[in-house]
């Protein structure tokens, strides 16, 4: 509520793209997931990428703006690797099992975003307080939506394919998606379990939790 | 880094209980849990209690710290209800299908402290600035992995009455869990879906999910 509103009139500062943005994200994205989104300072970021605070404002207007932005290139991430699995594939069942693993096939930079994305996700439903971020977090919200809204039409086809047994589809996705993202709270690189196993086991509860038939879409050899 | 600490020769403030003391954390968790944590204005909450910010400061040092006590509050209820339900039941499947219900019964407060649970979860994980909420911190991670660590060799004590197949105990926890409080990232009442719909649903997944053959553990009639 306090803070200052751009005027109006002012005409939106040009998004820039290219290398030194990508780069901006990428560190951001280190010490969001490492250190955590609060206690990260902005500041600090700046001087890992070797920009100063001015530079850095033309890509960021603040840590809050380069979150929203992270979380919806993790967000488009998801939807590329998704439509792409799903469009290739008229076998519902065999491409979900693919999209499952699919979803734990990733960088430790990506492990890291996965890490923001969950904890931080509940900042998507709070309004920002500048129209730069604002519209930041409503694309990355919209974007969470769509990505929602498609596994949902997708699971509702499956079903009608009669790949697993009738459920609610938008219930179901809701349940799906917290069981596989739930991951990333926890799961820590080198920690305790290696990721292959953490992948075989919760794709095989998935499995069973939606009554995917045994032997259906059975992981590809790599 | 820079936020300052108090002499280490300061002795500590005592913990005052009571009924104002509960009245911040219900206030403080209604605001956290419908505006999100970042969002809550720390003077608003104050407010709301109507209490200056010198009695406020005898009860919690930071919004932080309110926080993490929240946290350890809404742990502790999980801890006493979970203990409860399990102590007085030798069969595991029918006590787990218990505790499973049982964390949808819910009052709207309590609803709205998972979600402020869920949402900052995260925060556990980072050292905090201050030896107050440092402490309160502290607290409650413990009390998080003590109850899952609880759950874990419940777990795995119902595999071995043969409850259910036989997984690793610690990743079927996170997974079990997973799945659960992920419900409290979406779930708002009076929206969509009633919280008992949202309950068979879930507990019904999560029961195919473990391998519980049906009809062990039924829901007692209310």
């Known amino acids: 509520m ?4 751009e005027p109006r009139t002012r005409k939106p500062a040009a998004r820039p793209r290219g290398a030194k943005r990508d780069r901006i994200l990428d560190v951001a994205t280190e010490h969001f997931g490492r250190d955590g989104f609060e206690d990260t300072k902005w500041a600090d970021v700046a001087a890992a990428v070797g920009i100063g605070s001015t530079a850095l404002y033309h890509y960021f207007e603040s840590k809050q703006h380069c979150l929203y932005v992270i979380m ?9 690797r998704f439509d792409k699995i799903t469009s290739g594939n ?8 693919d999209v499952m693993y699919d979803a734990f096939d990733l960088s430790e930079l990506e492990i ?18 500048s129209p730069r971020e604002e519209a930041a977090r409503v694309a990355a919200r919209s974007r969470a939506r769509d990505l929602e809204f ?3 039409t997708f699971l509702a086809r499956a079903m009608e ?12 996705t809701h349940a799906l998606l917290g069981l596989l993202n739930s991951v990333w709270h926890w799961y820590r690189p080198g920690r305790s379990f290696p990721l292959d196993e953490v992948a075989d086991f919760y794709v095989e509860l998935a499995r069973t939790m939606i009554g995917l038939p045994p032997g259906v ?5 790599a």
């Not at 008229?90 to 099992?97: C, E, R, Y």
């Not at 890291?112 to 307080?129: D, F, Y």
């Open 90 to 97: 008229p076998d519902h069942a065999a491409a979900l099992v």
């Open 112 to 129: 890291l975003r996965n890490r923001v994305l969950v904890a931080e996700q509940g900042l998507l439903a709070v309004r920002a307080s």
């Open 161 to 172: 394919q009669g790949a697993f047994p009738e459920r609610d589809p938008k219930l179901l």
């Open 2 to 5: 306090t803070a200052p509103r």
């Open 150 to 152: 498609a596994y949902g």
């Open 72 to 80: 919806d290139c993790a967000i488009a991430g998801f939807q590329a």
């Open 217 to 221: 879409g059975l992981r590809k050899a």
